[in-house]
């Protein structure tokens, strides 16, 4: 797997949260022709594991950590496999992640960088970020 700035370029689907707190993508990112193919491709919040993870095809391409602090979420790390790099897969990950975490009214703090740069150059709706001082 390769860091932080591993992946870009376009994907943009928005997750939504199922009862169960796991957000998982669009119903367009199960089944048929889509932006990735044939592929299955969702987001899923991990919380046992703090992190959320980017599954092709039901396997893990890539995840994101997170800690929980005091109604704040703080990314810490970004992945995505080398395997799914060039693909959007990593946006796809950050679009996600951070629309689920602001629809739970998460205040996101963006450690890691490739989360920092998502921020910065893309709109999160009702996203409330607290930038680190480095």
């Known amino acids: ?5 591993a992946a870009s370029a376009a994907g943009d689907g928005a997750a939504s949260a199922p009862a169960d707190g796991a957000a998982s993508a669009p119903a367009d990112g ?3 022709a889509n932006e990735y193919g044939t592929r299955a491709v969702e987001v899923v919040r991990n919380a046992e594991r703090g992190r959320y993870e980017l599954l092709v095809d039901h396997a893990l391409a890539g ?3 997170f800690r929980l602090r005091k109604g704040r979420i703080v990314f810490t790390h970004t992945e995505v496999d080398d ?3 060039g693909q959007g ?3 796809r990950l950050a679009g996600d992640t951070l629309a689920d975490a602001a629809r739970r009214g998460e205040r996101i703090v963006p450690r890691c960088p490739f989360m920092a740069r998502y921020l910065r150059r893309n709109e999160v709706p009702n996203a409330e970020v607290d930038w680190p001082e480095d």
């Open 89 to 91: 897969l990593g946006r």
């Open 63 to 65: 995840f994101a950590d």
């Open 83 to 85: 395997a799914y790099g």
């Open 30 to 32: 199960a089944a048929g």
């Open 1 to 5: 797997m390769t860091g932080d700035g």
